[in-house]
């Protein structure tokens, strides 16, 4: 398997805070990659330096075999990257269909934004019933679709997930996974999934990091972690 992300020594952090202390990992193409860990281990904070949010204070970042644009989010968005940020990030006086289209910011061709609206409403058959309603009402787990939604409409190469399932009922939880996994096939978009419910996001993914303090204490096949969850989760 062809590596599309190559992650080495990134270090960041907020003002005078270092977060993030020399992380290292790599996901595959058309890969799911989990990465766990505790409340401010620096997952989220990882994920926002990939994409260019948080620029990197040291360490090196390879996309599909190019350097990657540190602290440029938007030509990081046009090279194949993309985040579902922690708490949806939509535009919820915007309708469904106003939302998708803003996702597709950085592509001006008409003809393509109808078609991968077309696509994220075949993914998503609810949103199609809903396309003028404004997002501000739906349920927390329609808004989440309208966050991935808004993802796809890059066609992406990477996409990266923070905490999908935060905030979802038990039922709608496994939805989510179970959305993530057809992307995934569906379009061959390569995933990074930061996860708070650890047997589920285990079970879609390949393999799995585990943070701890701004590091990777862990790396192992997913179906590995998984059978061992209730041994290793607690000592970090």
Known sequence: MATLLDVHGLEAGYGKKTVLQGVSFHVGEREIVAVLGHNGAGKSTTLKTILGLLPA???EVRFAGQPWANGDPGENVRRGLTLVPQGRGVFP???VRENLELGAYAHIDRAARVQRIQEVFELFAILADRSTQLVGTLSGGQQQMVAVGMALMQHPKLMMLDEPSIG??????????ETVTQ???????????V?????????????AYV??????????PAAELLAAQDSWWELY
């Not at 979802?168 to 996974?177: H, K």
């Not at 943070?211 to 192992?220: A, H, L, N, T, Y």
């Open 57 to 59: 204070r040291k360490g």
């Open 183 to 193: 992307i995934n096939r569906r379009f061959g978009t390569a995933i990074v999934l």
């Open 195 to 207: 996860e708070q419910n650890i047997k589920s996001a285990l079970g879609i993914a390949s393999r």
């Open 93 to 95: 006086d915007l309708s």
């Open 211 to 220: 943070m701890k303090s701004g590091r990777i204490v862990v790396e192992k």
């Open 168 to 177: 979802l009922a038990p039922v709608l939880v496994q939805r989510v996974l």
